[in-house]
Structure formats: C-alpha cells, structure tokens
C-alpha cells in the first residue's frame, strides 16, 4: 500500500515549456486535490476532482490545466511554465468529498523550478 | 471567506520544553479543525483534529482544543523532542459549502535543539 505517489520528484523547466506532475493514490479513494506550496503563503488549493469524471477550480487555478484520468490517477498540467509557476507541488486524496471528517493524505510532493 | 492565522516561525526551543503554537481562524459556523506536519523533505501528515467546539484532539503527546469563544485550536505539548523539529500547519474545513477542501494557515516551522 503506497499511499499517494507523485512523479517526479524534482523538474527544472524554461520558460515556456510545458509538463504534466503525476499523481496516484491506491486506497480507493473518491476525492484528489493539487496544491502547491510557497514560502509564507502555507499550501493553496489549485483543482481538485471531487470523483472520478469531474474537475474544479480551486484558489489558484491560473496557468494549470487537470485530467482526472481514472479513479486512482489525477494529473497537473502547465502548458506554459512561468517562473511565478516555481514551487513544491502537493497532490492529496480523500475518501469521500462532502465530508468534514475526513483525513486527506498527501504525496511527498513535486520540487519544479522555472528558469 | 474562510482564513487561518498562525504564529509566525522560526520557533526554537530547547528539548523538553514547553511547546505552543498559535492558531485562530475565521469562518462561519463550525468548521472542522486540523494540525498537520511537514517533516524535512516530506509531504504533509495529519497530526490531529477537532471536529467540534470543545473537542480535544490528541496524537504523539501534541493537543489541541477547539475553542469556539475565542475561535482558536492552539497545539501544545508539554515536552518536544528533537525529532519534533517540522513544519505545522493549521487548517480547517467548513462545515458548509465548502466540501472537503482545506484552507491552511501559512505554517509555523519548529526547531528543538539539544
């Protein structure tokens, strides 16, 4: 039991280059979410897939784009790296969305850099 | 909207000490309260939580209480280690309206020494 797994683990990008941060979580759970984490800002919500089929935005969605593959895969996508776009980014699963009780487990996170 | 506001770090203690870190949030109604943990090089883990005013949640010898006349939900523990050295991060969940998403605090970085 893996828990949540996201490749990779380190990127540097150029500006203007594109890629896609995998995440996959293998404990059956309905919801995922994309985070990212900036020094003094604590983690900000980017989209998340409350089950599989669906996709919304959450705080920061700008210069993102998300694929809620199947029901363990949920993929973050820049199409245009920027340099604002450098940080540690964290996907998260939960077992069901419209709950306040449950626990969301995070990934050991994606360190991207944009030059 | 919904914001929580911590302690500003770095906190350095030395081992044993007494530990608290600030927590207060804003919210309507009664959201769902949780401490999480950030060791070095890692994602985020759940520490504890609270789910309603007065509630204690308690893991690894931290507290906190959920204390809705002053909206806050302080962590405390009563001896650190030096494997305590993290980041924390206060968040919460509302209890409407806003599904299962978290809002977090900023995060408060804890170093004990020896």
């Known amino acids: 039991n893996a828990g949540v797994t996201q490749t990779p683990k380190f990127q540097v990008l150029k500006t203007g280059q594109s890629m896609t941060l995998q995440c996959a979580q293998d404990m059956n759970h309905n919801s995922m979410y994309w985070y990212r984490q900036d020094p003094g800002m604590g983690l900000r919500l980017i989209y998340y897939s409350a089950s599989e089929g669906t996709t919304d935005k959450g705080e920061v969605p700008n210069g993102y784009n998300v694929s809620r593959l199947n029901k363990r895969e949920f993929s973050l996508r820049l199409e245009s790296a920027a340099p604002s776009q450098t940080s540690v980014y964290f996907c998260?699963?939960?077992?069901?969305?419209?709950?306040?009780?449950?626990?969301?487990?995070f990934g050991p996170g994606t360190r991207l850099t944009v030059l | 909207g919904n914001s929580v506001t911590q302690m500003e770090g770095p906190v350095t203690l030395s081992e044993e000490a007494f530990l608290t870190i600030n927590c207060t949030y804003t919210?309507?109604?009664?959201?769902?309260l949780f401490w999480y943990v950030q060791y070095p090089g890692e994602g985020l883990q759940l520490l504890l939580k609270?789910?309603?005013?007065?509630d204690k949640g308690s893991n690894k010898g931290f507290e906190a209480t959920y204390r809705k006349e002053t909206t806050s939900f302080h962590l405390e523990k009563g001896s650190v280690q030096v494997s305590d050295s993290a980041v924390y991060f206060c968040?919460?969940?509302?209890?409407?309206?806003?599904?299962?998403?978290?809002?977090f605090g900023t995060g408060t970085q804890l170093k004990v020494e020896l």
């Open positions: 968040a919460l969940i509302p209890l409407t309206g806003g599904g299962n998403k978290l809002t």
């Open positions: 609270a789910t309603k005013a007065d």
């Open positions: 919210a309507t109604g009664y959201p769902s």
């Open positions: 998260a699963s939960s077992a069901i969305e419209r709950s306040s009780y449950n626990e969301q487990f």
